[in-house]
């Protein structure tokens, strides 16, 4: 009978130091913008920016519209969503069309500049997702959003008017 209320003593010692262990990756902080509709698709939705123990930088993006196989590429450009020929700041995991989602940890921009969550609220940036990444349908965009200090400026003529990218 000892070894048996041993052995329920131990498991529970270990399910509380594994519970304990359980500790988020994220410190909590996350900014989310809306994104919108850029073109004739009705494809909208949200990026959220999440701040990671190690300094690093999750940005999740959400999508509603979009089905299929196909990858959309998703792009952080400098600038706010009017900036024509606005260059890439960050190529971004291309969008899954069959999940609506794309995920990706974000250290560096492609500069090599080092990006933060606390350095976000003054990058001036927009994110835009692609219908492709070749062809007429590059300059497509489907859903498109300001981020950072372009979120929080004004725009006294009301939307945005969305401008095609930088082509490389």
Excluded: W
Excluded at 124 to 153: F, M, Q, R, W, Y
């Amino acid at each position: 009978m000892k070894t048996i209320g041993g052995i329920v003593t131990f498991l529970c010692l270990v399910s509380a130091c594994s519970s304990n262990e359980n500790v988020s990756e994220f410190t909590g902080k996350q900014t989310t913008y809306a994104l919108q509709k850029a073109s004739q698709y009705d494809v909208s939705g949200t990026v959220a920016f999440k701040e990671k123990r190690d300094g690093s930088l999750v940005v999740v993006v959400d999508l509603t519209g979009v089905s299929g196989n196909t990858k959309y590429p998703v792009h952080l450009h400098l600038g706010n969503l009017s900036t024509p020929g606005a260059s890439v700041a960050a190529l971004l995991t291309p969008l899954a069309g069959q999940t609506g989602k794309s995920e990706t940890t974000l250290t560096k921009l492609a500069d090599e500049t080092a990006i933060s969550y606390s350095d976000l609220a003054n990058l001036e940036a927009c994110i835009k997702i692609h219908l492709s990444d070749v062809g007429p349908e590059k300059d497509i965009v489907l859903a498109a959003g300001n981020i950072g200090a372009s979120a929080t400026k004004s725009n006294a003529g009301g939307r945005f008017g969305i401008a095609t990218c930088q082509s490389n």
